[in-house]
């Protein structure tokens, strides 16, 4: 059995026009995660992530430039500029001070026999949302804050 769960809103900061955050998507995300289903299902894999964006949720009347948002399924580092740009991204305009635009990203397992099984109660890392933003690659400038909610889909096995 598979399950769409929302996962907690977070709050991305740009300041001074420079963002260098890594975002490990596991289950800590997913609030009381283990006491919600650790009394119903022995094991669980994360098979998918769509993440959802909200620009200009605070931002100063300087703020300028895009926050390339990308998936990595190798490595939780600290995004580079170098990374980033070698990465196919998302590119988020965090130049507007008020926007309703909602943009959106996308991670599927590929192969869900690599995914190995976890014991509930047990986290597990499958891919890291990593943001990233500077004046020279990506003319940001002034300070904004970037919503990041969406929705893990968790698959679940064996009954207590």
């Known amino acids: 059995m598979a399950l769409d769960l929302p996962v907690a809103p977070q709050s991305i ?4 026009g420079a963002a ?3 975002t490990a998507i596991n289950t800590a995300l997913v609030p009381n ?9 022995v094991e669980y894999r994360i098979i998918g992530y ?23 399924e190798k490595s939780g ?10 990465h196919v991204r998302l590119e ?5 001070i008020t926007s309703d635009k909602i943009y959106e990203i996308d991670w599927v397992a590929n192969d869900l026999t690599d995914l190995d099984w976890t014991p509930i109660g047990t986290s597990v890392n ?7 933003t500077d004046s020279a690659n990506f003319a940001a400038g002034g300070n904004s804050i970037v919503l990041a909610t969406g929705a893990m889909r968790i698959q679940f096995r064996g009954l207590v």
């Not at 995660?33 to 299902?41: E, L, Q």
């Not at 988020?92 to 507007?96: T, Y």
């Open 77 to 86: 580092s600290t995004p580079t500029a170098s990374s980033a740009l070698e």
């Open 126 to 132: 499958p891919v890291w949302v990593k943001y990233y």
């Open 20 to 22: 260098a955050v890594s």
């Open 50 to 72: 769509r993440g959802r964006f909200r620009t200009g949720v605070q931002s100063t009347s300087t703020s300028a430039g895009l926050l390339a948002v990308y998936l990595d």
């Open 92 to 96: 988020l305009n965090i130049g507007q």
């Open 33 to 41: 995660f283990s006491t919600r289903f650790g009394a119903t299902f």
């Open 13 to 16: 900061t740009v300041t001074a």
